[in-house]
């Protein structure tokens, strides 16, 4: 069982993130600080961030939260200066709502925005990728962000983006996919495709 974080709360996580960094991204990545726990958090696959069990509410306390998420192998943490508290992510810990397309075949650039506002332009720091459940074969199409975070494609942009997807050989076998930023991400073989 988690070990529950002592004396470490929403608030007082928030104080330290205004502090640590004012504006932009913290740099969680070079900050180390001790394990001091679990916290109740959870961020649902709809991207809506809980605490105590009751969704907040305050998009800019989200923003701010998100902005200080790391993750370590399997795990996920909310890390400031002087403390690092563990939390739960059911499936990605954000969600990409939507995405600009410039340009067209291999010329495309694919940008996505997430729930919190991110933005990442799909390419070899932010690739695509599509995962299938093993029972009912069920597409979840992810994009990675920033710090090895990815987003959940949200089911309308997918479906925008099989509208402008394209097929290309990749390792001698037909693929489906998208192309951003002059790399081609597959996403099924075309012969896996419905007639």
Same mark, same amino acid.
């Given at each position: 069982?988690?070990?529950?974080?002592?004396?470490? +709360?929403?608030? *007082?996580?928030?104080?330290?993130?205004?502090?640590?960094?004012?504006?932009?991204?913290?740099?969680?990545?070079?900050?180390?600080?001790? =394990?001091?726990?679990?916290?109740?958090?959870?961020?649902?696959?709809?991207?809506?961030?809980?605490?105590?069990?009751?969704?907040?509410?305050?998009?800019?306390?989200?923003?701010?939260?998100? *902005?200080?998420?790391?993750? &370590?192998?399997?795990?996920?943490?909310?890390?400031?200066?002087?403390?690092?508290?563990?939390?739960?992510?059911?499936?990605?810990? =954000?969600?990409?709502?939507?995405?600009?397309?410039?340009?067209?075949?291999?010329?495309?650039?694919?940008? =996505?925005? +997430?729930?919190?506002?991110?933005?990442?332009?799909?390419?070899?720091?932010?690739?695509?990728?599509?995962?299938?459940?093993?029972? +009912?074969?069920e597409p979840s199409p992810y994009?990675?962000?920033?710090?090895?975070?990815?987003?959940?494609?949200?089911?309308?942009?997918?479906?925008?983006?099989?509208?402008?997807?394209?097929?290309?050989?990749?390792?001698? &076998? *037909?693929?489906?996919?998208?192309?951003? *930023?002059?790399?081609?991400?597959?996403?099924?073989?075309?012969?896996?495709?419905?007639?």
């Amino acid at each position: 069982m988690a070990k529950p974080a002592q004396n470490v +709360t929403a608030d *007082s996580l928030e104080a330290q993130v205004r502090k640590a960094a004012p504006r932009g991204l913290p740099p969680v990545e070079k900050w180390d600080p001790p =394990f001091c726990g679990d916290l109740d958090m959870r961020i649902a696959r709809d991207g809506t961030w809980f605490y105590l069990g009751t969704p907040i509410g305050r998009k800019p306390l989200v923003k701010l939260f998100s *902005s200080i998420l790391k993750r &370590e192998g399997d795990d996920y943490f909310l890390v400031t200066p002087v403390e690092k508290v563990g939390i739960t992510v059911e499936d990605a810990p =954000f969600v990409a709502q939507d995405f600009v397309a410039e340009g067209s075949g291999e010329d495309m650039r694919l940008t =996505f925005t +997430t729930h919190v506002g991110d933005e990442a332009t799909a390419g070899p720091d932010h690739p695509i990728r599509v995962t299938r459940d093993a029972e +009912t074969g069920e597409p979840s199409p992810y994009v990675n962000i920033r710090r090895n975070l990815d987003a959940l494609i949200d089911r309308k942009s997918f479906y925008r983006l099989v509208e402008i997807g394209s097929h290309h050989e990749v390792e001698g &076998e *037909s693929w489906f996919g998208l192309w951003s *930023s002059g790399i081609f991400f597959p996403i099924i073989p075309s012969a896996d495709l419905p007639s």
